[in-house]
């Protein structure tokens, strides 16, 4: 595992740039690192056990409210990476912050940081609503200091 982590404690997922990932440029598509920031809020979520199924018990979801992607350097295809993902706000109201770090394993440089705000919604309306205190408990105990 990588020792340039922007923070202590990441949970991390392992990744390899697949063909269909590369644009014409030959490089990582930028909208493919966002996927795998989506990809890696589940895995992490899943881990502290709130997956979607829970979500849907609870009628309630973390929904993005913004995103802010600083890409750094390219990706190509074949190339192994680690994605890091840490919670580093939870307001116990209505919203929820993770940070990012995309680290190529092969010399240790990030690819990619980034952070994204999430409020809490109601799924069957899709309107605003207060965090439930599980998601209080679990999001907000999992937070750390940046």
Known sequence: MSQAWDLPDPFVIELTVAASAIDEYGHANNAEYLRWVERVSWAHSEHLGL????????DRAMAVHRHELDYLAPAFQGERLQLATWIVGCDGRLT???????????DDRT?????TRFACIELSSGRPRRLPEEYVAIYGGA????
């Open 96 to 106: 929820l912050t993770r940070r990012f770090q995309l680290i190529r394993s092969a």
């Open 143 to 146: 937070r750390i200091a940046e």
């Open 111 to 115: 690819l990619l940081r980034a952070r």
């Open 51 to 58: 997956d979607l199924a829970r979500y849907r018990e609870l």
